[in-house]
């Protein structure tokens, strides 16, 4: 059997609710796995929880609950989140799996046992919310210099990975490798970095009880990141099933947010090193998002959860918006104007009225039943080119995670639909009884583009694509047909009835 494409997320620290910028990832992962599944590849897509840690600790204290029950009782809103997005995960890991600690345990034995792991003491800053340790030269006015909160002061016997023994492998491997770290620009944050001087990487610690204690050494408790990273390998059983692994291992693609590249543009690759594991075939950054032009925050009180905006426009127009609005990889800013800008003019206009008027048609002129077509002219020519166009521009567009052009590549195909529609002037063939053939070609042809629209949807919109199938009359599912096979032209089957159904997307006020 093929290896299976793997994609991932982050897995998510447990201690804030999910918000537009966490789901964002999310979102986007799952996007890029449908699209995989919807050619017909076997996809494995993980995401999952970072329960460990000081900062989840001290959150359970504070509410006076156990580590594990606060981390039981926060999980339910990931879940919950990802159930409302739509989102296709094949598993969802906990760093408080058995298995995952298991194998933890597992893989840190073995760096211990090839002499990777050493004993000492570290002295320097460590962020806490972050769970971030930071040299005196790397701080910020004293503060940390990733989110510019207090650190503490850290002074323990710790055990420690040499990371420093890998900096010129990793630096052969991401030059190289031009794809490993992308995009571009996160590739040259990394090389200089590395470039730098790579320090060894405290691995445990010793003051904190919540988290994986060692094998070699059960008085301390493995350190956070160290932990979390290994979620990747955990999920498919590393060293627990060997066949299992092997169908699955490398990941495709880490999607991660740019502020914990080095974590796995560096520190992860150099764990998989040390245990001769093959590297993921890339790490690909995303931007950070902002509300309104300001960075999302508690204290701001301006952080959004992806449950007002579902139920203020849609689950699908919410996967849409993030989608096409943010060139992923890039800084995007979010704001409410925007998003209704774009769910009236895309999805209640472009596709919505398109796919509402062309079923409308076949209902009117021709009872529901689509006819079969006749003799393709030019105009007709020009539709099915465009169709090929974007089943083949989309495609490019995902081998790299440009989810935006990808939709646009797809609007454009609705525009050629709509001009269509427009120039093909169904209304008036229909007052002409000598016009019936053409009538028939037109409709078909109309129909049969609203067939490849909802496939074309489908990764980024599942419930829209479905919808239009059962619009379209299909009994069997959408996900029964795959890229590119199902895009050839002509395929939707003459006699078949259609209902135009409800709006897709009602419009909205604009004075929100
Ligand atoms: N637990 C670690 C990841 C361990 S992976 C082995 C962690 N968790 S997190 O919950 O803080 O963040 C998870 C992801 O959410 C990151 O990729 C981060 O970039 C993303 N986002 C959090 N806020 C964001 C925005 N405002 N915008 C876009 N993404 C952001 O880090």
Redesign the pocket.
Known sequence: MDKLYYV??????V??LP????A??TVAADALARYHRLKGEGVYFLTG??EH?QHVARAAERNGVSPKEWADRMVTHFTEVWRRLNISNDFFIRTTDPRHMEVARNFIQLLYDKGDIYLDTYEGWYCVP??SFWLPSQLVEGKCPQCGREVEMVQEENYFFRLSAYADRLLEHISSHPEFVQPDIRRNEVISFIRQGLADQSISRKTISWGIPLPFDESQVMY??FD?????VSAIDYSLDEARFRGIWPADV???????LR??AIV?PAMLMAADLPLPRQVF???????EGE??SKSKGNVISPHDLVDEYGVDAYRYYFLREFSFGY??NFSRENMTGRYNADLANSLGNMVSRVLAMVERYRGGEVPGPGVEEAVDTALRESADLAVAEVDRCMERFAFNEALQAIWNFLASINRYVDETAAWDLAKDPDRSDRLDTVLYNQVEAVRLTALLVLPFMPATGEGIWERLGYRRSIHEHHLPAAAAWELFPPGQKVSKGAPLFPRKDAAR
Do not use: Q, R
């Not at 991932?8 to 620290?13: K, Q, V």
């Not at 918000?19 to 966490?22: R, V």
């Not at 979390?228 to 990747?232: E, H, K, Q, T, V």
């Not at 880490?254 to 914990?260: D, L, Q, R």
């Open positions: 991932t997320t982050p897995i998510y620290y201690n804030d918000h537009i910028g966490t964002y990832t929880t970072d840690g972050d769970e956070v990141w979390a990273l290994l979620n990747y880490h999607f991660i947010g740019k502020e914990i974590f796995h992860w950054a995303h931007g950070w998002l902002t509300v960075k999302m800084d995007g």
